[in-house]
């Protein structure tokens, strides 16, 4: 019997292309994996890849709104709060299958949505985590720390494995603690920019602790905590170069830059080869490693903003224009091939 899998997407800088990136994959891996059921995460109180796969515009901002404003939210906040209550959540309850929404996804993709009320619970969590244990046996932190990867080991049915894609916030709230916790392989976008670069020496710090411990609030860190409670944390699988092929004049600048991205987390790997997925060749020297961790992502452009607007996948996109908010939107075959191509590949590598 094969087994669940769980994809978490982070990385602690905003606007990387986190939901982009979660929408398009989560979208096509449905198409091409009919066997599993694929249950995205949206684990983000903005919620924007929940929008994308309810169809995208206004009418996915009307469905979002009738799913958080239940007595009890058919959403992530809805789920962490009875598993918060009770100890655990059906999983059932809380998740909406997508194609009744969204003609364009296939009846295998489903969403546990993303909520607003995420920012509002987080101090609940957070006051949780930390009470004092009852007992020898209990254990708080790790109670509301595991509820996501509680979750993701579930199936709809017993004979379907799960897939599981979780978007995540860029910021390291507890609920993109119990995100992060709740995959077992973290996908990391990142743009080819000075910012980026810089966040790959925070992630790995907020995640492992990796750098020298400050001496009055490491203690206090997740990853100290993480370490005490001998939590299991994911491993890196993909740094996702992020719209690093780009067509316009700054393309010789960006290869410098994403180069300098890799080289970065090339060093990273060095010094931590345990964060990351177990290669099957031997990594020697920073060009293994860019073939085996990295992945180039093209800049989507027009296909991308149909995308995301109509909650359409790049498989789905077969027309050469598109009238988004009023206007008509060309989008040339080739261009469409060319992004389609792009996110198969990475389909097929997970
Ligand atoms: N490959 C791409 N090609 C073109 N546009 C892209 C691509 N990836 C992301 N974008 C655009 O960049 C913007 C930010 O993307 P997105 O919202 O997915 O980032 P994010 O990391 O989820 O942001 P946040 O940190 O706010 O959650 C969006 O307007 C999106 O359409
Ligand atoms: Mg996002």
């Not at 694929?38 to 796969?53: E, H």
């Not at 901002?61 to 239940?70: D, F, G, H, T, V």
């Not at 005490?228 to 994911?234: I, K, R, S, V």
């Not at 296909?303 to 050469?320: C, E, I």
């Amino acid at each position: 019997m094969q087994e669940n899998k769980s994809y978490v997407i982070w990385n602690n800088k905003g606007g990387v292309g986190k939901s982009t990136i979660t929408f398009h994959i989560a979208s096509v891996y449905a198409e091409k994996n009919p066997d599993r059921d694929v249950i995205v995460i949206d684990m983000c109180p903005q919620a924007n890849s929940s929008s994308m796969l309810m169809g995208g515009g206004k009418d996915s901002e009307a469905k979002l709104q009738e799913l958080i404003s239940k007595d009890e939210p058919q959403s992530v906040v809805g789920y962490i709060t009875e598993a918060t209550l009770n100890g655990d959540a059906p999983l059932k309850k809380y998740i909406t299958p997508l194609q009744a929404i969204n003609a364009n996804l296939v009846s295998n993709l489903y969403l546990i949505s993303g909520d607003g009320n995420l920012e509002l619970i987080a101090p609940l969590l957070s006051e949780r985590a930390e009470a004092t244990p009852l007992s020898a046996t209990d254990n708080p932190w790790i109670k509301i720390h595991t509820i996501i990867k509680k979750l993701t080991v579930k199936r709809l049915s017993d004979d379907r494995p799960c897939t599981y894609f979780i978007d995540t916030n860029p910021s390291f709230a507890i609920y993109t603690q119990l995100a992060i916790v709740g995959g077992e392989k973290l996908l990391v976008p990142i743009n080819a920019d000075d910012s980026s670069i810089f966040a790959i020496t925070g992630l790995f710090n907020l995640i492992w602790g990796t750098s020298v411990m400050h001496p009055v609030y490491g203690k206090y860190t997740f990853a100290s905590k993480a370490e005490a409670h001998g939590l299991e944390l994911p491993k890196i699988s993909f740094l996702l170069g992020n719209r690093f092929t780009q067509k316009k004049g700054a393309a010789h600048a960006f290869k410098a830059l994403s180069n300098e991205a890799i080289a970065k987390m090339y060093s990273e790997f060095t010094n931590n080869p345990d964060k990351f997925e177990l290669s099957s060749s031997p990594i020697s020297d920073i060009s293994d490693f860019e073939k085996t961790y990295s992945i180039e992502l093209r800049d989507f452009n027009s296909a991308g903003v149909v995308a995301a607007n109509q909650g359409l996948p790049l498989s789905k996109m077969d027309k050469h224009s598109y009238v988004v908010y009023g206007e008509t939107i060309q989008v040339a075959k080739e261009q469409r091939e060319l992004c389609k191509d792009t996110i198969e590949s990475l389909v097929e590598k997970l």
